[in-house]
T-cell receptor, first 113, second 116 residues
Framework: GAGVSQTPSNKVTEKGKYVELRCDPI?????LYWYRQSLGQGPEFLIY????????DSGLPNDRFFAVRPEGSVSTLKIQRTERGDSAVYLC???????????FGPGTRLTVL | GNSVTQMEGPVTLSEEAFLTINCTYT??????LFWYVQYPGEGLQLLLK?????DKGSNKGFEATYRKETTSFHLEKGSVQVSDSAVYFC???????????????FGKGTKLSVIP
């Protein structure tokens, strides 16, 4: 079956701009996670959705970052007033339920110039 | 808080050599432990996992045993192949994570290169 998909695969933007990153989880998976992976580091947790609600957003670095999952499936990570330090690969993962194995998408590489 | 420490890379081995990548963890609850692998140009894939103490996870010739007494989950393979060249990440998922999220906490990754 189809895995987790993320679009775009690459995004180049200028400092101060707004970006949206999309994640399509595996069909039927209720849990969805966003992580950020900087160069040479492991992924770091950003936010977790169970269904439509953001149950844990403790990893969001500041209020420029926001994510939604309005219908309990597709999720969008939104970054306002991007900064060069936001450059990283943004990973999405889904699992059937919280606590099950997480399956990762290929990531979106964000470059802020 | 939770943390994962894994050996620094890069690691370069000849084909058929024995591989060990060390991983130790700190967790507040009762974690599950994972090894994920990232092949060149591909996304993160689950390699193996163990959910309780003394469990052994295994896949594709790789093994790791959950050692609670030493808080370790070292990855081993008896005979590596060129196709095993990748970045390996040790990770934990803790039942005490906020709001029951079971978020993953990753190590920094270890790059393995296997030469013919």
């Amino acid at each position: 079956g189809a895995g987790v998909s993320q679009t775009p695969s690459n995004k180049v933007t200028e400092k101060g701009k707004y970006v949206e990153l999309r994640c399509d989880p595996i069909s039927g998976h209720t849990a969805l996670y966003w992580y950020r992976q900087s160069l040479g580091q492991g992924p770091e947790f950003l936010i977790y959705f169970q269904g439509t609600g953001a149950a844990d957003d403790s990893g969001l670095p500041n209020d420029r970052f926001f994510a939604v999952r309005p219908e309990g499936s597709v999720s969008t990570l939104k970054i306002q007033r991007t900064e060069r330090g936001d450059s990283a690969v943004y990973l999405c993962a889904s699992s059937p339920q919280s606590g099950d194995t997480q399956y990762f998408g290929p990531g979106t590489r964000l470059t802020v110039l | 808080g939770n943390s994962v420490t894994q050996m620094e890379g890069p690691v370069t081995l000849s084909e058929e050599a024995f591989l060990t990548i060390n991983c130790t963890y700190t967790a507040t609850g009762y974690p599950s432990l994972f090894w994920y692998v990232q092949y060149p140009g591909e996304g993160l894939q689950l390699l193996l996992k163990a959910t309780k103490a003394d469990d052994k996870g295994s896949n594709k010739g790789f093994e790791a045993t959950y050692r609670k007494e030493t808080t370790s989950f070292h990855l081993e393979k008896g005979s590596v192949q060129v196709s095993d060249s990748a970045v390996y990440f040790c990770a934990l998922s803790d039942s005490d994570s906020g709001a029951g999220s079971y978020q993953l906490t990753f190590g920094k990754g270890t790059k393995l290169s296997v030469i013919p």
